[in-house]
């Protein structure tokens, strides 16, 4: 095939405006699905995308579509539309020349809709303004279509309609796709070089690579090496992906294709490819990731370890926007700190460990990184620059050495009602947000944009300005990078002795709030002991709450009074078993079920 005809692209869109319907009816068009099976959703593969409705992982196919009797090779490269993914979609554009801005004509710009579009737009992509579900009676086009010219300066005789669900105005659709969005602009005659946009485990096989050629041509059984490594390797597996594997023997600059290396072959997302002969003259990096959430996780039961750690890095190879380092706890044991894109993002890794691995794990509460500098960095071994990342507030380094804290913050873009405008505002500032200029998307809807801390984003910010706006208000942020903030160490006291498990990195807005709360819980989930206990939350030796626990001497045996022996001595030993899974504290013992409770979210 003459790189001319090759498209690629890729379909984005605010979450349920149709990516994956839409993708249904492209793959029934050219072929590859029979129609009739409306909900099919065929690029929708892991058992997590179909429970939860959402499309996790972007996923290829190579779609054949003949065009004034000329054959294409349209490879679509299906992205999944929540914010926590975003870096899935980011990779995904890398090898595209022109996206579908798919936008419901019922719903209109939603607040996802603004960042999808000024990603193609930083990406230089052709963008194909798209409305889908003209079918439904309340959809209104005229109306988005002027939305889409105030928001974005689109005008409406370049908006195509559709409904993905019936299938009226795809053929257009894959028309304007030709005519539209220009062929790849990649050298065929150039050493190979191909970039990885996406990695997943196969049991026999090995890591299996989805590869964006940039150059040249990559055939069967050819010797390829990394860039990051010196080691060559032989190409054991070449297929397109239609979504099922179809093996062809060569692919040219210009394709998306499913490489392997065999079970030694190695490969990661962001790596690149090339023939054992080209320098690597072209910048191909994929752009980093950047992690907004982390949790620790633990196995349920310590025998597990091993099974968790496996099925931890075969999980982390397929969704490599997870970050993984060793962590342990005295009271947890050994585990992993894993950084996550965001809330929703743990919840499908965990969820993924469980059912795809059946792992099951203990996770400790999200919390967002922080930066200190130190001073003197020198003389602190640990740390090699001033800025020390945080990732777990037990690490933080000694408060006497810190200069300055800062927080990750966001830009919030929200579109809500204008009814809901003063609600949405109270809100945002409640949440120590900073306002930027507002737009109005049309009359009825306003588009507002705040500077918010990400640590008050990832808690429950997006379920709160759904209730408070009827669900009507949509949210969306990207990465603003961090600042100086005013925050401060919280520890938390047994007895006098501080227990690091539960020190948290705290602004001082919310310090005395958190401090109650956090005593108060404690108070409520440590056993009572032999010894009066008391809690306290201290910053700076200052003491901001205090609990105490009455001592309580507890004797199991006590109603067993003159019982018979050998119940008795049963009863003893599973309390002595049951203190194994303690952890202890200035001779205080806490199960290691309120660390789990406390630290759980
Ligand atoms: P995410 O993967 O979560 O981002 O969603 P998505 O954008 O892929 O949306 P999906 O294709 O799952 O569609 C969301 C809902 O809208 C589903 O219930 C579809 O049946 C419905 N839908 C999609 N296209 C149309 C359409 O053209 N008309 C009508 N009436 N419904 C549609």
């Given at each position: ?25 492209l ?90 579009h ?82 997943w ?16 041509t ?27 594997e ?39 990096t ?28 075969k ?24 950084g ?160 690091d ?25 440590i ?14 030796g ?19 009074y ?22 202890s ?17």
């Open positions: 095939i003459d790189v001319k005809r090759i498209r690629n692209f890729s379909i984005v869109a605010h979450v349920d405006h149709g990516k994956s319907t839409l993708a249904d009816r793959l029934e068009i050219t072929g590859v699905i029979k129609p009739g099976n409306e909900n099919a959703q065929v690029l929708d593969q892991l058992q997590v995308e179909r429970e939860r409705g959402i499309t996790v992982k972007a996923v290829t196919a190579s779609l054949n579509y003949s065009y004034n009797n000329e054959p294409y090779l349209l490879n679509l490269i299906d992205t999944p539309g929540h914010v926590d993914f975003s870096n899935e979609v980011v990779r995904s554009v890398t090898a595209c020349q022109g996206v579908v801005l798919l936008v419901d004509a019922n719903e209109g710009i939603q607040a996802q809709t603004v960042a999808v000024s990603l193609a737009k930083r990406n230089d992509l052709v963008i194909l303004p798209t409305l889908n579900k003209v079918d439904l009676p309340r959809a209104d086009p005229e109306k988005v279509k002027n939305q889409l010219k105030s928001v974005f300066k689109i005008e409406p005789s370049d908006v195509l309609q559709v409904s993905a669900k019936k299938g009226w105005g795809v053929e257009e659709l894959l028309k304007a796709i030709i005519t539209r969005i220009p062929p790849p602009n990649v050298d065929t005659t150039d050493h190979f070089r191909a970039h990885i946009i996406d990695t485990h196969d049991k026999y096989r090995g890591v299996l690579c989805l590869a964006y050629i940039h150059s040249g990559l055939k069967m059984g050819q010797t390829v090496k990394w860039k990051s490594d010196v080691k060559q390797h032989t190409v054991k597996y070449l297929a397109l992906l239609r979504p099922s179809e093996s062809i023997t060569e692919a040219m600059a210009g394709q998306v294709v499913m490489v392997g290396l065999g079970t030694k072959g190695g490969g990661s997302v962001g790596d690149t490819l090339l023939s054992p002969e080209a320098t690597d003259g072209k910048d191909t994929v752009p980093a990731v950047r992690h907004m959430v982390y949790a620790g996780i633990f196995p349920a039961d310590q025998s597990q370890h091993t099974q968790l750690s496996d099925s931890i890095k999980l982390s190879l397929n969704d490599s926007a997870v970050s993984v380092a060793v962590d342990s706890s005295p009271a947890l044991g050994q585990g992993w700190r894993v996550f894109l965001g809330l929703l993002h743990l919840d499908v890794f965990t969820q993924r460990l469980l059912q795809e691995y059946k792992a099951e794990a203990i996770l400790t509460a999200p919390s967002v990184p922080y930066k200190v500098k130190v001073k003197g960095a020198k003389i602190i071994k640990h740390y090699k620059g001033e800025d020390v990342i945080v990732t777990n507030p037990m690490q933080l380094p000694d408060v006497s050495n810190i200069v300055e804290y800062y927080e990750p913050f966001v830009i919030g873009t929200i579109i809500s009602p204008v009814e809901y405008i003063g609600a949405v505002n109270t809100l945002c500032i409640d949440r120590r947000g900073n306002p930027l200029p507002s737009n109005a998307v049309d009359d009825q809807m306003t588009m507002l944009q705040y500077i918010l801390p990400l640590s008050e984003v990832v808690m429950d910010f997006h379920d709160t300005l759904k209730s408070i706006t009827s669900g009507f208000a949509s949210f969306d942020y990207q990465d603003y990078g961090f600042h100086p903030s005013s925050l401060v160490k919280m520890d938390i006291l047994l007895n006098g002795v501080i227990v498990e539960l020190t948290s990195i705290v602004h001082i807005s919310r310090l005395e709030y958190n401090a109650r709360t956090l005593t108060a819980r404690l108070k409520e989930m056993p009572r002991q032999m010894v009066q206990v008391a809690i306290q939350a201290v910053v700076g200052k003491v901001l709450a205090r609990e105490t626990i009455k001592a309580y001497r507890k004797d199991v045996t006590a109603k067993l003159g019982g018979d022996i050998t119940r008795r001595k049963k009863l003893l030993k599973q309390q002595a078993e049951g203190k194994k899974k303690m952890r504290v200035a001779n205080i013992k806490i199960p290691r079920n309120t660390f789990i409770d406390v630290l759980k979210r």
